[in-house]
């Protein structure tokens, strides 16, 4: 059995965590791969660190696709080969014509979870304008939404499964960017990143709409450093990259900004 309450302490998400520890002793016991629902980015970061200190078990995780905010965990012994493949998802396309009643991402998840499946059954929602959308989901659910999901706002869908490879990914557009800041706080390098006011950005950080590799920070004068992904809810990620300190005992920091 796995230190329970030791691997517990102080996280964020203590619910998941919970859940995927006793699906790691499962994995343990049964000498089984064990597969976690749908998991969040910053329930997927908490559980790397948490299991980073195991020997016991590993994991992969895996969404469909190498950006996809939304990914299952499949965990086993640690002696037993583990992979992506292992990792069981279904792709769906939901098509219709979108033209004149046009649908986000709200519309389709709303229309999903109204036929009465969770969202923990459901990865990402890839909207692809007026002719539809591709979402992911566990397999188990591919048959019962295609006889379902019927219908996304005003428009009649036809849903049907679709191979993993016919997904249609924009990679997401980035910019390199680099700036000289007197110190390392978020307030700073994040409003140089995002091209924000700094007072703009402390409201920001102070109502909880900034996480730092996922985890909120309400701290103005908290430190970043290289590697740290700062994330602020509708403006897109931005990565710590090189810190090099100037003559004038300045830092230039190296960011690339994900929109």
Known sequence: MLPREELLKGVENRDTIARVIDQADQAIKTWEVVLTDFLSPPELAEIQRVFSRLTEVHLVTWGGYPQAER????????????????????ALEIA?????????????????????????????????????????????????????????????????????????????????????????????????????SRSKMVDLIASNDVRVNWKEVTQASSQVKTGDLIAIRGKGRLEVGEIAVTKKDRYRVQLTRYM
């Open 71 to 90: 990914q299952r965990i499949a965990i086993a012994r640690a002696e037993l080969p583990l992979d992506q493949s292992q990792v069981a998802i279904m």
């Open 96 to 196: 219709g014509n979108f033209l004149f009643d046009t649908a986000n991402h709200r519309d389709f998840l709303g229309a999903m979870l109204g036929t009465g499946i969770v969202r923990e059954k459901t990865g990402d929602v890839i909207v692809l304008g007026e002719r539809g959308a591709q979402v992911i989901v566990v397999p188990e659910l591919g048959e019962f939404l295609e006889m379902s999901l019927k219908q996304v706002r005003s428009v009649p869908v036809k849903t049907q499964r679709i191979d993993i490879s016919e997904l249609k990914i924009r990679e997401p557009k980035k910019k390199e960017l680099t700036t000289v800041e007197a110190s390392l706080r978020l307030d700073a390098v994040a409003s140089a990143g995002f091209g924000m």
